[in-house]
């Protein structure tokens, strides 16, 4: 068994303060951040001061609760101040900038002074440790390198923590394998999709598993279920990790799992005060209760950003972790508000449909959910892939076939009975389903399409 004394933590001080001490910094940190804001960024200066909140009222602030004051922020706001109209910073302060694409209109822009960068290389270091990976390691970053976050963004935390980067970058697996072969790297960061293709891209070039020495996985950016975990721990013989972020409020290394309990995300609560809040109403939930994620960054220079609503359904935990980590953890993301779908009446998410395929004997975790509108009625087809032993089993992959034609009938009477939901399944051949480099595509929604 591990005792507490053995975890490796990369800022003992920082992860295990005491609630007061921490709340204490807390606050100091976010006056500075919030006169920042105030003295710098006009369109906020405005709207604190229509809720009544100017440099007497920062000043005065008695306790972080009392960000509840505050107005919220959203990805809406980066847009319209696009490029660079909520930046606190000078440009000639700023070193770096990033950008999340986004599906539609603008993308949302990002920057860092050499201070940030130091921080989230901070964040990215604590996340790794946390995860078990320790100085000296091989890591092998399928994270995308550019202005996406995530390549940089663990890049810098590999080797602020001494460990040795693989800036492999999404796209050509079948190179990324022969390297994880020749490298023996112990430590895989990318997104869980893309960790599926390279478990497939495997299987295809027949390399077996034994040639990879990889131990320990640390995947995010994108939804995943733990279902999903346990997919691909089977499949790669790996512990997988889950890390979370977003490129607003930093990029990755906003929250990590431990590996020594492998529950809930451990927030670097002196860098981003979160809160959980009513989607609808906007009010605080207690810690434990389901809501909205919300962050404020408290130590970030460039562009920092109050109360920001980050979309993402999630949960505080409060409870003390077995790893001796004090910092509140979040519950790994249910959903994205956005993603969820409305079929035929029925609401739910992705991540349910996700769920309930993956407990199907003989189905693949390659899946993507089709929607569209015929005569004002809306369909779901669920396009999945059969696993390539059920093929050999069968000795043929035909429509109409007896064994597949059940198969579909007991996925579809699994989805009534847990999710109430009536959808065509479409059983697919292995490797039908475009393989994801980043964050997979789950949903396709021709009904959007149509309106373009
Ligand atoms: O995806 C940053 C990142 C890179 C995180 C690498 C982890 C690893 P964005 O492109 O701005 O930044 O997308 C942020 O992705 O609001 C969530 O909806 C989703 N997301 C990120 N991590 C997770 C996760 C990066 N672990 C958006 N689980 C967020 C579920 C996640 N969703």
């Known amino acids: 068994m591990t005792t ?154 590999i080797e602020n923590l001494g460990a040795t980067a693989v800036p492999a970058s999404g796209g050509r697996t079948q190179q990324q394998i022969m390297l994880l072969q020749d490298f023996g790297s112990r430590v895989l960061l990318s997104t869980p999709s893309y960790a599926l293709n390279m478990v497939y891209t495997m299987a295809e070039m027949k390399i077996p598993r034994e040639t990879i020495k990889l131990e320990v996985g640390i995947f995010g950016a994108e939804p995943w279920t733990e279902e999903m975990r346990a997919q691909i721990e089977e499949r790669l013989k790996i512990t997988a990790l889950d890390i979370y972020g977003l490129s607003e409020v930093m990029g990755p290394g906003v929250s990590m799992e431990c590996i020594a309990a492998k529950n809930g995300l451990h927030i670097w609560e002196d860098m981003f005060i979160p809160e959980i809040i009513d989607p609808d109403t ?97 369909t779901l087809d669920i396009q999945v892939e059969v696993t390539e032993e059920l093929i050999q089993t069968f000795g043929t992959f035909e429509d109409g076939h007896v064994e597949l034609g059940s198969l579909t009938k007991a996925i579809q009477s699994l989805l009534k009975d847990s999710l109430g939901l009536s959808a065509l399944v479409t059983l697919l051949k292995p490797g039908s389903i475009p393989r994801s480099e980043g964050k997979a595509v789950r949903v396709i929604d021709k009904r959007q399409q149509d309106n373009h």
């Open 282 to 378: 906007g009010n605080v939930l207690p810690d434990g209760e389901e809501g909205e994620l919300v962050f404020t960054t408290i130590t970030k220079e460039a562009i920092p950003v109050i109360r920001y609503r980050t979309g993402d359904l999630s949960r505080l935990i409060a409870e003390p972790c077995v790893c001796g980590r004090t910092v509140r953890r979040m519950s790994r993301i249910k959903a994205r508000l956005d993603d969820m779908l409305i079929i035929r009446g029925v609401n739910l998410f992705p991540s349910e449909i996700e769920k309930c395929l993956l407990s199907v004997e003989h189905l693949a975790p390659h899946y993507q959910l089709v929607i569209d509108r015929k005569k004002a009625l809306d």
């Open 4 to 157: 507490k004394s053995e975890i490796f933590m990369w800022n003992r001080q920082l992860e295990t303060m005491a609630r007061a001490d921490l709340q204490a910094l807390q606050l100091a940190r976010l006056k500075e951040v919030l006169t920042r804001v105030y003295n710098n960024v006009p369109v906020l200066k405005e709207r604190f001061e229509a809720a009544g909140i100017g440099l007497k009222q920062i000043e005065k602030m008695a306790s972080v609760n009392e960000l509840a004051n505050l107005p919220f922020m959203k990805k809406t706001d980066l847009r319209e101040n696009y490029p660079f109209g909520l930046f606190a910073s000078p440009m000639n302060q700023v070193a770096r900038l990033h950008a999340s694409s986004g599906t539609k209109g603008k993308p949302t822009v990002v920057g860092y002074t050499k201070n940030d960068i130091s921080n989230w290389a901070e964040a990215c270091a604590r996340s790794l440790a946390a995860g078990g990976v320790r100085p000296g390691d091989m890591v092998h970053n399928s994270y995308g390198y550019g202005l996406f976050t995530g390549g940089l963004g663990m890049h810098y935390g």
